[in-house]
């Protein structure tokens, strides 16, 4: 199982590795984001949004920030981090699979609830603790969905 989530992370990690698609160029280009964007991923939140992301902005003294991109026009903070960007964005299915494989291993405290059909985003906020967040309709904004530490 914890060899499945493995290779569910690096294909995400992948797609974060590949061309910058131009609809995020833009959008990064509107959220006035100076600082090259070092990983990225596609958000899914339904049907009724479309090229959203989930980015991994560098700043000069270190570490960085996670924000979405194509949310409402505006971007949206998802946390800060310190190190280097690990960003990564699961399907719900993909996240209680991760979730599973958390649970199974003795080194590794908390897991991921994902709850409703949209992206779950994953970051590592510092070295050993990631946190992950997912768009609620309730109360319509990004909420933390899990969390563990290694």
């Known amino acids: 199982m914890v060899a499945v989530c493995v290779a569910a992370a690096l294909a995400n990690a992948a797609g974060a590795a590949a061309a ?41 003294s270190g570490g960085g920030r996670f924000l979405v991109l194509g949310w409402h026009d505006q971007a949206i903070e998802l946390a800060r981090f310190v190190g280097p960007a690990d960003l990564s964005c699961y399907t719900p299915a993909e996240a209680r699979q991760l979730d599973g494989g958390l649970r199974e291993t003795q080194t590794v405290l908390g897991g ?20 992950c967040w997912q768009y609620s309709a309730t109360v319509r904004a990004f909420v933390t969905v899990g969390r563990w530490t290694t």
């Open 20 to 60: 910058m698609p131009p609809d995020l160029a833009a959008l990064a280009g509107a959220a006035r984001i100076t600082a090259s964007i070092s990983r990225w991923c596609p958000v899914r939140a339904g049907v009724e949004r479309a090229g959203v992301y989930a980015v991994a902005v560098p700043l000069p």
């Open 112 to 131: 991921i609830k994902p709850e409703g059909s949209s992206s779950v985003i994953c970051g590592f906020v510092e070295p050993t603790s990631a946190v």
